[in-house]
Structures are given as structure tokens and as C-alpha cells.
């Protein structure tokens, strides 16, 4: 929309489910999912409901400090917080189909990410995410658990990678969580 300020987030409430689209940006930044602000969901607008645009992800699969040329160990918890949204994002060097985590904005997540109220909303929400549930006291019981079931499915030669992998989960909750935490009171939205 060519609106902006005060105007652009009128449209942006009237227009899509803003609960909806902050949480699923919040949890793509908890799970560094860089793909899913420029692709990797289904947009559907309730035309005959709430006449509200909605995102429904799929294809989750570069996610938890994944990405082509990753470390093996999936120890990349830096997603800068204004990754998705229009300004900033190009300065970390990584082009578009030449590998890296770097997407240029969504269609969607430029403008909204963009919107300094909509971008409060999102920044509050993150926080929330990370006070209430993407904790260690929350995440790793449920990762262990995981591990658990399934390490009786793993043949013997492939335990170490597992117990690795299965480590690097844990990581991400910690370090990635840590990285959010220090970076959302320097964000401008936040101030």
C-alpha cells in the first residue's frame, strides 16, 4: 500500500490478522527461520469471515541455525532481528540463490516488519515468546523427551551424530534465545 504512518496500520488491522502474522514472524525469529519470511507459506484471505488476510507456514525444513553451507554443528543462533523486513537486510552479504541464510523481504513481511507499529506488535510478542516458551525450562524437557523416544530408532554407528544434532536443539533454544533477548531493547521499534 502506498499508506504510511498512522494511515499504513489502520490498512494493516483492517486488512490482516496482525495476532496471526506477529506470532508467525516472532517464531520464525526464534527458530531462525530465514526462509519463512520470504517464502514457505500459504497466504489465504477469509473473504466470507473476518475478510482478513492469514499465513499458514510449510516446508520448515532450513530452521534451528540450518542453512545451505551451515556449519555441521548448527551453531548459527545471529539472525539479526531486522532480517525480513525492507530496510537492512541486503548488508549481510549473502545474494539471493547464492546460498547462505540471506532472503531479500517478503511481499509481506517487508511492509508489515516495516510498519513501526506493526513492528512493536511483533517485538512484543517476541519477547513474550521468549519470557513464557522458547526457554530452556520449557524447550529442553520436550527435546529430551524427543531424544528418548527416538534414540532407540538410531542404528549404533549413527548415535554420535544424533546425540550431536540432538545437542545442537538444545543450543539453539539457549544461545538463540540469549541472542534475541540482547538484541530487541536496541531495536528502534522497542524505544
Known amino acids: 500500500t502506498s499508506r504510511s504512518g498512522a494511515a499504513q496500520w489502520e490498512f494493516i488491522q483492517q486488512n490482516f490478522n496482525v495476532d496471526e502474522f ?19 507459506y500459504y497466504l489465504y484471505h477469509d473473504a466470507e469471515g473476518t475478510g482478513k488476510w492469514e499465513m499458514y507456514p510449510w516446508d520448515e525444513d532450513k530452521t534451528w541455525g540450518d542453512y545451505d553451507g551451515a ?10 532481528l531486522t532480517f525480513g523486513m525492507s530496510e537492512g537486510s541486503s548488508r549481510y552479504g549473502f545474494g539471493f540463490g547464492g ?3 540471506w532472503r531479500p523481504p ?13 513492528r512493536r506488535a511483533f517485538l512484543k510478542r517476541l519477547k513474550d515468546i521468549c519470557d ?13 523427551a524427543m531424544e528418548h523416544r527416538l534414540e532407540p ?9 544424533f546425540r550431536r544434532d540432538i545437542q545442537s536443539l538444545r543450543n539453539q533454544v539457549k544461545y538463540r534465545r540469549q541472542f534475541i ?11
Open 71 to 80: 556449519s555441521p554443528d548448527y551453531d548459527w543462533y545471529s539472525m539479526p
Open 22 to 40: 506477529t506470532g508467525y514472524y516472532a517464531v520464525n525469529m526464534c527458530i531462525q527461520n530465514w526462509d519463512g519470511f520470504f517464502n514457505n
Open 99 to 101: 546460498g547462505g541464510w
Open 153 to 161: 530408532e538410531i542404528p549404533t554407528y549413527a548415535l554420535d551424530r
Open 132 to 144: 513464557r516458551a522458547f526457554t530452556e525450562e520449557k524447550m529442553v524437557p520436550l527435546i529430551n
Open 106 to 118: 517478503g511481499w509481506f513481511s517487508g511492509p508489515l516488519l516495516a510498519n513501526v507499529e506493526f
Open 181 to 191: 533477548l540482547k538484541a530487541l531493547p536496541a531495536d528502534r521499534a522497542w524505544r
